[in-house]
């Protein structure tokens, strides 16, 4: 069935540093990919997304391009603030029916 | 505009009783989800209304169940409860009928504790 993959974390940076969290997918069809954000004691909140291949979603500086030939959707930002601090989930849908298949989430902390 | 409020945000139940969590969709969404987020299973799909019907559904057993008003909003219900439902759960609204495209906006969560 589809699945998505996530880097394990927490994944720990110091202010400015790049960050890269990895999400690689299995799916039927062609899904349109999500990266979603969760602070601490809310809900998710999207931070960008790609609806089908070579698309780039960007948003807050981050970005992720939608790599159909290595299923992959990776997140990155140049500069990351203590503001990113946060738990960050890849996510896609090919359902067409409103469900959402997630990775396992990657929490980062990033230190000033 | 408003966006995807449940209630309550906390609850505290016992084993074997039931439970009802509420979802009301962003104005105009007509398509509400419902997951549940726990440490060890991460987020997974419960369910899927639009229109009323239920479209989709995960794998969880027949103590879950939900509805859908003709106002799209939402509710799901617990029924048996038992220490393993302990979990937030997310409820996420869409604007249109389908189609992979739809962005799910999320809302802050119920906190649901079994004891």
């Known amino acids: 069935g589809d699945s998505v993959t996530q880097m394990e974390g927490p994944v720990t940076l110091s202010e400015e540093a790049f960050l890269t969290i990895n999400c690689t997918y299995t799916?039927?069809?062609?899904?349109?990919l999500f990266w979603y954000v969760q602070y601490p004691g809310e809900g998710l909140q999207l931070l960008l997304k790609a609806t089908k291949a070579d698309d780039k979603g960007s948003n807050k500086g981050f970005e992720a391009t939608y790599r159909k030939e290595t299923t992959s959707f990776h997140l990155e930002k140049g500069s990351v603030q203590v503001s990113d601090s946060a738990v960050y989930f890849c996510?896609?849908?090919?359902?067409?029916?409103?469900?959402?298949?997630f990775g396992q989430g990657t929490t980062l902390q990033v230190k000033p | 505009k408003a966006g995807v409020t449940q209630t309550p945000r906390y609850l505290i139940k016992t084993r074997g009783q039931q439970v009802t969590l509420s979802c009301s969709p962003i104005?105009?969404?007509?398509?509400v989800s419902w997951y549940q987020q726990t440490p060890g299973q991460g987020l997974q799909f419960l369910f899927e209304?639009?229109?009323?019907?239920?479209?989709n559904k995960g794998n969880f057993p027949g103590r879950f169940s939900g509805r859908q008003f003709s106002n799209s909003r939402s509710e799901m219900n617990v029924s048996t409860l038992e220490l393993g439902d302990s979990a937030l759960y997310l409820c996420a609204s869409s604007p249109e009928a389908g189609g992979s495209t739809d962005t799910q906006y999320f809302g802050p969560g119920t906190r649901l504790t079994v004891l």
């Open positions: 209304y639009f229109s009323e019907t239920q479209r």
């Open positions: 799916a039927t069809g062609y899904p349109s």
């Open positions: 996510a896609l849908d090919t359902s067409n029916t409103g469900k959402l298949i």
């Open positions: 104005s105009g969404h007509r398509s």
